[in-house]
């Protein structure tokens, strides 16, 4: 007879705890991007106009935010690359230690590019924070694979899927709350919310 087996807490932490650090981020950092457009698009015309004296040309910043967006998905390849080397050298658990360290590191360069007036830094932590999902992408599987038992396995692995799922959801559960947020108390507030949008990726994986 068939007879279901619910997973222990140890596993079920465990699982959460690498979705949260791993796909989770792939799917926070996918649609997030889309809530502080506006506001990037400001901040660059701003940085540009203090640092140079002239106006930012509407094509060169076109370009400038091609760069920020698309920048990930090149993190991203550059982490997959890599990150099964890393899992052999360093083992699952290490490597997915060492990712959620280039993650802290990534959200720390996003949330200071705004302050310090350099949308370099934007990028550079767009870039990293691709690379920590690439990573995790190729890396999360193979833990949760080896430390579930083989009846849970399968059921377990699904956890990559549903956090990937669940980041996508919290980018535009937090995107529509700003959206909503400046329609009702101004662009002002909401702008320096939506600027720090992106340096949140990384307080997860503190935690």
């Known amino acids: ?35 502080p457009t506006r506001h990037i698009h400001k901040f ?21 935010w091609s760069v920020i967006a698309s920048i990930f998905s090149l993190g991203g390849l550059c982490g997959a690359y890599i990150g099964g080397s890393i899992a052999i050298r360093l ?9 959620n360290f280039i993650a802290i590191l990534a959200s720390i360069l996003m949330g200071i590019s705004f302050p310090t007036g350099l949308f370099e830094l934007l990028m550079a932590g767009r870039f ?20 579930s038992p083989k009846h849970l396995r399968g059921a377990m692995a699904m956890g990559s899927s549903i956090f990937l ?3 996508i959801l919290t980018g535009q559960i937090i995107g529509l709350r700003n959206w ?18 992106l340096g949140r990726t ?5 935690s």
Request: proline fraction near 3%; charged fraction near 10%.
């Open 1 to 35: 007879s068939f007879k279901t087996t619910l997973p222990s807490w140890t596993l079920f932490l465990a699982v959460c705890a690498v979705g949260i650090g791993g796909t989770f981020q792939y799917g926070y950092n996918v649609s997030i991007i889309n809530a």
């Open 44 to 64: 660059l015309n701003e940085t540009w106009s203090s640092r140079y004296q002239m106006e930012l040309n509407p094509n060169l910043l076109t370009l400038l």
């Open 202 to 206: 990384g307080v997860a994986n503190s």
């Open 91 to 99: 083992g699952r658990k290490g490597a997915l230690l060492v990712n």
């Open 165 to 167: 799922t669940g980041g």
């Open 128 to 147: 990293l924070i691709g690379v920590n999902t690439g990573v995790g992408i190729c890396v999360q599987p193979l833990y949760i694979g080896e430390i």
């Open 180 to 197: 909503q947020e400046g329609e009702a108390g101004g662009v002002c507030r909401t702008g320096q919310q939506r600027r720090w949008v």
